[in-house]
């Protein structure tokens, strides 16, 4: 069973940046973050495979940036510019399927059924 444990949420305020991590018992192809806010359904936030290939929801690109350092099986996820909107938890999740597919002008953000393993979550809240 693979196990995934976030960390780095917390509390801040508008314009300010957080680093999200998860860390998994194994490294697995595809791996990613989604979010869900009070009241409202799971997103995908970015998600990255093996290869390097990685999708973004269109609210977070050029806010957000996903990496992963395999070594220490680690998925990172950098948020800058931060905004009120961005408050939600966040959960990481990991498949060892390849799920991103790209056309020339853009990269499929995988749905989170297509996940089979995930973490607990860790909060995030921005403040206006």
């Known amino acids: 069973q693979v196990q995934l444990e976030e960390s780095g949420g917390g509390s801040v305020q508008a314009g300010g940046s957080l680093r999200l991590s998860c860390t998994a018992s194994?490294?697995?192809?595809?791996m990613g973050w989604f979010r869900q806010a009070p009241g409202k359904e799971r997103e995908g936030v970015a998600v990255?495979?093996?290869?390097?290939?990685?999708s973004y929801t269109d609210s977070v690109k050029g806010r957000v940036t996903i990496s992963r350092d395999s070594a220490k099986r680690t998925l990172y996820l950098q948020m800058v510019s931060l905004k009120p909107e961005d408050t939600a938890m966040y959960y990481c999740?990991?498949?060892?399927?390849?799920?991103?597919?790209?056309?020339?002008?853009?990269?499929?953000?995988?749905?989170?059924?297509?996940?089979?393993?995930w973490g607990q979550g860790t909060q995030v809240t921005v403040s206006p």
């Open positions: 999740a990991a498949t060892p399927r390849r799920l991103i597919y790209c056309s020339t002008a853009n990269c499929y953000l995988p749905r989170g059924a297509d996940f089979g393993y």
């Open positions: 194994e490294n697995l192809y595809t």
């Open positions: 990255l495979d093996r290869n390097g290939r990685t």
